[in-house]
């Protein structure tokens, strides 16, 4: 009896470990199964997150670069104001940023002396602040002791304006302006910037109530906005703008958002067929292809990221050129602008044309050192500064003389290197002086000289004066170019050899002015493209 029983009970115990083991096995992998899927969602969740703070920064970054935008033209029209220019002429600079589309929609000019306030004068539409207003008076006073331009929200009825405030201590001059908030808060996003793929609300000051609304992409009903969110404040001034994101559509796409689902029903399934080493690496195969797909994805994710950055720069530098040349009988005038083939920052390189009156006309071209948003706000003030001081008479020389010592390179991390020019088109002649820039080209039939200049210090290495040359243009067909150094340096040859090729390039004298700067841009540029920005100007002055 003792023989039979022994096999039974032996075979009984075989079945049963095998079982034991399995559902040990079983219980193991839905454990790590859970813990997986747990971890997949946190992680999941954390570079949505991630991605939605990234891209709250770029479009930070571009608020920012918008506020300095605002606040340049309220310093240029304190300089103008304190360098003693007539009423006249602030007032028609102010008028050019408060024409419509522009900056503000009304703009005044005050002087504050101890508590005595005192308005010069205004342009544009009456102001939802009224000058005779005590509001007005507390707002002007406390600008005039505060080295920060001061920002408040005033309603005037349904609508609301951002008032702006910005003083100059030595002059007791205070600049005060108005931008309209859209009456339902409600702004449209284009396409392909920054915000498009975000839900955004900006409020002024550190609070999100609404009241503290300024601009929005949502209906006002979905405020404020729920779930995953991203806050980023931006300094404004005396006060903070608050900026809150939350996404559009999926960053991370929409197979990112499902990975912790698949991680649990195929850990399920693992579970159920855990025992079998040929399904494990079955599984091992489908971790390594889905490990790769992510890899590619954050690949492409990176890729698009950079061409982002790429368009957001052009965009914001294209904004900072003129947009267009003053027409004027008698000179013809081209200009062009060619961004690096492979930098993401704004670049600093500008050019700039203005009509003093009849017959008479100044240029500038420039270049910040470095690149980003600095450089472009040092590029900002540099433009509407000289463009201001040569609007109101002053000649080439006195312009620089009177910028040099309004840029420091200690406190703002970039020099300029500036050529300005006044032209004569009944004299035919033309004034000229530089700051540690390059020489313009002088181009006839017969000859291509440089412009023999005495070259001054770049704008930022301390206060000096600067040397005008005069130069005849009596020379039929004479045509003028003026670029940036990216026009003639390479890496593999000295500015000499780029001076030389560029003095060694054919002008023909019937060629249109457009189609001879392009010749040259193509000529003169690298196959590769070019590793600098490049601004050109050219004009050329009908035959007399």
């Known amino acids: 009896m003792d023989v039979g029983i022994e096999p039974v009970t032996r075979r009984r115990t075989d079945i049963r470990r095998p079982a034991r083991v399995a559902v040990g096995v079983g219980l193991i992998a839905v454990a790590v199964t859970a813990v997986a899927s747990f971890a997949a969602a946190h992680l999941e969740r954390r570079t949505r997150q991630q991605l ?3 891209q709250s920064r770029q479009a930070a970054a571009l608020i920012g670069s918008t506020i300095v935008a605002l606040e340049t ?3 240029t029209a304190l300089e103008i ?3 003693g220019a007539s009423p006249a002429k602030v007032s028609d600079f102010l008028s050019t940023v408060t024409r419509p589309g522009a900056a503000f ?3 005044s000019l005050w002087r504050v002396t101890g508590s005595t306030v005192m308005a010069l004068l205004s342009v544009g539409a009456a102001p939802a602040l009224p000058a005779s207003s005590p509001a007005a008076h507390r707002f002007v006073v406390a600008a005039s002791t505060s080295a920060l331009f001061q920002v408040r929200v005033v309603a005037a009825g349904p609508v609301q304006h951002v008032s702006y405030a910005l003083a100059d201590p030595a002059s007791h001059l205070v ?3 108005e931008r309209l908030i859209p009456p339902n808060r409600v702004v449209p996003v284009e396409h392909g910037s920054a915000f498009s793929d975000l839900n955004f609300a900006t409020y002024l000051g550190k609070t999100t109530a609404t009241s503290a609304l300024t601009t929005t992409n949502v209906e006002l009903a979905h405020l404020p906005l729920r779930g995953m969110t991203s806050r980023v404040e931006i300094p404004f001034g005396s006060t903070t703008l608050t900026l809150v994101t939350s996404a559009r559509s999926d960053l991370d796409g929409t197979f990112a958002r499902q990975v912790p689902r698949i991680v649990l029903v195929v850990g399920l399934a693992l579970s159920v067929l855990a025992v079998l080493l040929a399904w494990y690496l079955a599984r091992r195969e489908r971790e390594a292809e889905a490990t790769a797909a992510t890899i590619f994805d954050l690949y492409r994710q990176v890729d698009g990221a950079l061409a982002e950055q790429r368009s957001i720069a052009l965009t914001l530098q294209h904004a900072l050129l003129p947009p267009s040349t003053p027409v004027m009988e008698g000179v013809d005038v081209a200009t062009k602008y060619v961004a690096s083939g492979s930098g993401v920052e704004v670049g600093g390189d500008w050019y700039s044309v203005i009509e003093v009156e009849p017959g008479r006309f100044a240029f500038v071209v420039g270049d910040v050192s470095g690149s980003g948003v600095r450089a472009a706000a040092v590029m900002a003030k540099a433009r509407f500064t000289l463009r201001a001081y040569l609007r109101v008479g002053h000649g080439p020389g006195e312009a620089l003389t009177m910028c040099s010592d309004q840029f420091d390179i200690m406190q703002d991390g970039h020099m300029v290197t500036t050529v300005v020019g006044l032209v004569d088109a009944h004299r035919r002649r033309m004034r000229l002086a530089s700051a540690g820039h390059l020489p313009p080209l002088i181009c006839t039939p017969a000859t291509r000289a440089f412009a023999p200049l005495r070259t001054g210090r770049p704008l930022g290495s301390g206060a000096t004066s600067y040397t005008e040359t005069e130069v005849s243009l009596d020379a039929p067909d ?4 003026v670029y940036t150094d990216g026009l003639v340096e390479r890496r593999i040859e000295s500015i000499e050899d780029g001076l030389q ?8 004298a019937q060629m249109d002015l457009e189609d001879w700067v392009d010749d040259i841009l193509t000529q003169m ?3 590769a493209g070019p590793t600098d920005d490049i601004a050109v100007l050219a004009f050329r002055l009908a035959s007399s």
Do not use: K
Request: glycine fraction near 4%; charged fraction near 5%; aromatic fraction near 6%.
């Open 175 to 177: 600049v005060y302006a």
């Open 81 to 83: 104001a304190g360098a």
């Open 73 to 75: 033209p309220l310093h």
């Open 501 to 508: 090729r560029l003095q060694a390039m054919a002008f023909p």
């Open 478 to 481: 004479c045509t003028v170019l």
């Open 52 to 54: 939605l703070e990234n």
């Open 105 to 107: 929609v009304t703009a």
């Open 525 to 527: 540029q690298p196959a």
